[in-house]
């Protein structure tokens, strides 16, 4: 089972931006599906972004498209996501995923198919 660590998190200005990253070791790299998904205080896990190991696409999640991009160095085993024109409602704590399977669009907005998670790190948007 892959271990996953956050970081790169912390407090931003409205309209400004981050970059998160997921390091990742242990487990299998070369197949599955790779996530973040979101928490804020009293909610319920949230999809943000994905991709498919074997895979070209990359899906978001309707809140977040056209700002966020979620990309991959494979030779650092590591994956990010850029976030732009930050919005204090994208203020939460952020987990990165993965998942040993290569996941349709449906299931990997859900929390259950991921076996492996991060710590999460705070992001917060504010003046």
């Known amino acids: 089972q892959a271990q996953l660590a956050e970081s790169g998190g912390g407090l931003v200005q409205p309209g400004g931006s981050l970059r998160l990253s997921c390091s990742a070791s242990?487990?299998?790299?070369?197949?599955?599906?790779l996530s973040w998904f979101r928490q804020a205080p009293g909610k319920e896990r949230q999809f943000v972004a994905a991709?498919?190991?074997?895979?070209?696409?990359?899906y978001y999640s309707d809140s977040v498209k056209g700002r966020f991009t979620i990309s991959r160095d494979s030779a650092k085993n590591t994956f990010y996501l850029q976030m732009n024109t930050l919005k204090p409602e994208d203020t939460a704590v952020y987990y990165c995923?993965?998942?040993?399977?290569?996941?349709?669009?449906?299931?990997?907005?859900?929390?259950?198919?991921?076996?492996?998670w991060g710590q999460g790190t705070q992001v917060t948007v504010s003046s």
């Open positions: 995923a993965k998942s040993s399977l290569s996941l349709i669009v449906s299931t990997m907005q859900s929390t259950a198919p991921y076996e492996s």
């Open positions: 242990g487990g299998n790299f070369n197949y599955g599906t």
């Open positions: 991709f498919r190991i074997s895979g070209s696409g990359k």
